[in-house]
């Protein structure tokens, strides 16, 4: 999230190329969202994983492999990431439904929660960690920590073992052709297109990723650019505002079980988009932390909250394809938005394009109280 944008404006001072970068990662989640879901539903998942994570170990080292080598390369940072995003894609599919084998229906609010908490605590040492090494050393070594956490991340997911197998649940789909594999896909869109709320909250989300897939890259722009902030004042920045997710996470389940879906859903991404104008209008970096904590707190909130609810809504056998259907949608506004969001900040500013993207969010939240986002119990209609 920080070392290879920051590995990109090093290598060109642009935002416009940083921009680019997350386009292109936002194709590669796209195209594997076509085909991920399948996959997912067909194979052992934990083993799945631990092949992302072992492919992405090889990709994501190959880049400070090649830069001491044969100095920067841009193009070998957009195959990367390509390729690294279509895996990533797979793996997150695959994390998601494995969850639900992993603990009874009743607790998959808490259980999301438990997860996103702990992703947050690594978004708050991550960045901190990264800004720290490419401020001292520079942001390909901070690439190198990367490759080497998918490591980790292999060798912890071989301790695990889920309740049972997907193979046991999609024997039906073996050795089936490409029509077969075709209608397993459309399999999870019409299941997709009879859930009004499944429905809502993809199209919403959808939306909402058009605005968010470039504030990552406009946050470091404005921090780096505007603000003339170092590596490490951004690492900290950003890391702190981690903080924001960790809370969101702990506190998703207790306000889903007090409100109900949408008044938690809705209300984390009213918090988001608030921060998100913030971020753009107050002048100070330490005037910004408080918001930045907002943002990724809504954000982790609404997050929890939309996970839970497809893994309560879908039946198992098409988890995989449901998620990735979702995600899919998602990946073909990301690249889209990302493009425009960084391009309108070269012409306005990172702050103006921000406050922008924020008003934007606002809008969207609004307008899904008017859809069946906003009921309180989506998961006991089932229609």
Known sequence: MLALPLLVFQATGSGVQMG??????????????????????????????????VLRLVLYGSIPLVWVVAGPQLWLIYVVVALGAMLGMTFSVAYMTALANLVDRDQLTDANARVNASFSLAFVLGPLLAGLISARIGPVASVAVDALSFGVSALTLARIRLRRASAERTSESKGSSLRRTVADYLDGIRFL?????????????????????????????????????????????????????????????????????GVSWLGGWALTSISCVLIGIVPSLWLILPAAVGYIFGDMLSGTNSMTL??????????????????????????????????????????????????????????GFFTPARRRHPERAMT
């Open 20 to 53: 680019l970068v997350t386009s292109t990662f936002g194709i590669g989640q796209m195209v594997s969202g076509l085909v991920s879901g399948v996959i997912v539903d067909r194979v052992d998942r934990r083993r799945l994983m631990i092949l992302c994570d």
């Open 193 to 261: 297109a009879g859930q009004p709320t499944l429905r809502a909250v993809m199209l919403l989300l959808a939306g909402l990723s058009f605005v968010m897939a470039g504030m990552m890259d406009l946050f470091i722009f404005h921090l780096k650019h505007d603000l003339h902030q170092s590596d490490g004042a951004v690492g900290l920045v950003i890391g702190l505002a981690g903080i924001g997710g960790v809370g969101g996470g702990l506190v998703a389940p207790m306000l889903r079980r007090r409100f109900g879906f």
């Open 310 to 367: 497809r893994q309560e809504l879908t039946p198992d056998h098409l988890l995989g394809r449901v998620t990735a259907t979702v995600w899919t949608l998602n990946a073909v506004a990301s690249p889209i938005g990302a493009a425009a969001l960084t391009l309108l900040a070269s012409r306005v500013g990172g702050a103006a394009a921000i406050t922008i993207g924020g008003v934007f969010f606002a809008g969207l939240t609004v307008l």
